[in-house]
């Protein structure tokens, strides 16, 4: 006799539980949380770095570090004022909701109104595993080159917003802004694509009121 337990379901189910769980207790607080993913490099903490700035005498940020090792992502982003709770996840390649609920359980929510993950860097692994947040944030950048919308159809299709970031090198990359996001909006004509660059400001307020923080 052979007996088949199909445990990439039962985990995919007990995290969905989970995720759902973290989304009505947000919502009892009313908290938004956007979980913020992307390919290594392409600007997740830059971006954190940057509301972190902008909002740290008005808003009260709490950011859920995801990476394989290290603490340099939570280190960066906590000197502008934001709490940030870093989560290593030795070889796993995005985070799960247990491991939200876990670093949630470890603050008093009544001391935030805006809570960002970042996922760990990847543009493949995060977009299948629901952590409870409200907006799924791709974040994709000009020097992945042009193709990068075409390559990552399901991360796009489960993502709610993206962001084309640091067009301020677009021209070096010898990429054209317009014709990308032109030809991702035929693609995926669900999603919005924010041009943005963390070092020139562009198309960042556009962003904070698309995700709520304006
Ligand atoms: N020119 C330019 N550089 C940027 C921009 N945004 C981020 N960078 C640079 O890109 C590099 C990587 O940025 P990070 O914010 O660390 O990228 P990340 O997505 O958090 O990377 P991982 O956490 O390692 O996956 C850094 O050197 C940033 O200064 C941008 O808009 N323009
Ligand atoms: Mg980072």
């Known amino acids: 006799m052979v007996l088949r337990i199909d445990i990439d379901k039962k985990i995919s189910?007990?995290?969905?539980?989970?995720?759902?769980?973290?989304?009505?207790?947000?919502?009892?607080?009313?908290?938004?949380?956007?979980d913020i993913m992307g390919s290594v490099g392409s600007g997740k903490t830059s971006i954190l770095e940057y509301f972190s700035k902008k909002y740290e005498?008005?808003?009260?940020?709490?950011?859920?570090n995801g990476d394989l090792a290290t603490d340099i992502?939570?280190?960066?982003?906590?000197?502008?004022?934001?709490?940030c709770i870093q989560i290593n996840t030795g070889r796993g390649c995005h985070l799960f909701a247990f491991q939200i609920e876990t670093a949630l359980k470890s603050v008093d929510l009544n001391d935030f109104n805006?809570?960002?993950?970042?996922?760990?860097?990847?543009?493949?692994?995060?977009?299948?595993?629901?952590?409870?947040?409200?907006?799924k944030l791709v974040v994709t950048s000009v020097t992945e080159g042009p193709y990068?919308?075409?390559?990552?159809?399901?991360?796009?299709?489960m993502g709610n917003l993206a962001v084309l970031n640091k067009i301020d090198l677009a021209s070096i990359?010898?990429?054209?802004?317009?014709?990308?996001?032109?030809?991702a909006n035929e693609l995926y004509p669900q999603l919005p694509i924010i041009p943005t660059s963390t070092k020139t400001g562009e198309g960042m307020d556009t962003l904070a009121k698309k995700i709520g923080l304006e």
Do not use: W
């Open 148 to 157: 990068v919308f075409r390559k990552h159809p399901i991360t796009f299709k």
């Open 13 to 34: 189910e007990a995290n969905d539980q989970i995720a759902e769980r973290i989304r009505s207790k947000l919502k009892e607080y009313n908290i938004p949380m956007v």
């Open 114 to 135: 805006f809570i960002f993950v970042e996922n760990v860097g990847n543009l493949i692994c995060p977009s299948s595993t629901d952590v409870g947040a409200g907006i």
């Open 57 to 64: 005498n008005t808003r009260k940020l709490l950011v859920i």
């Open 173 to 183: 990359m010898e990429i054209n802004v317009n014709s990308i996001i032109f030809g």
């Open 73 to 83: 992502d939570a280190q960066r982003i906590s000197q502008f004022g934001s709490t």
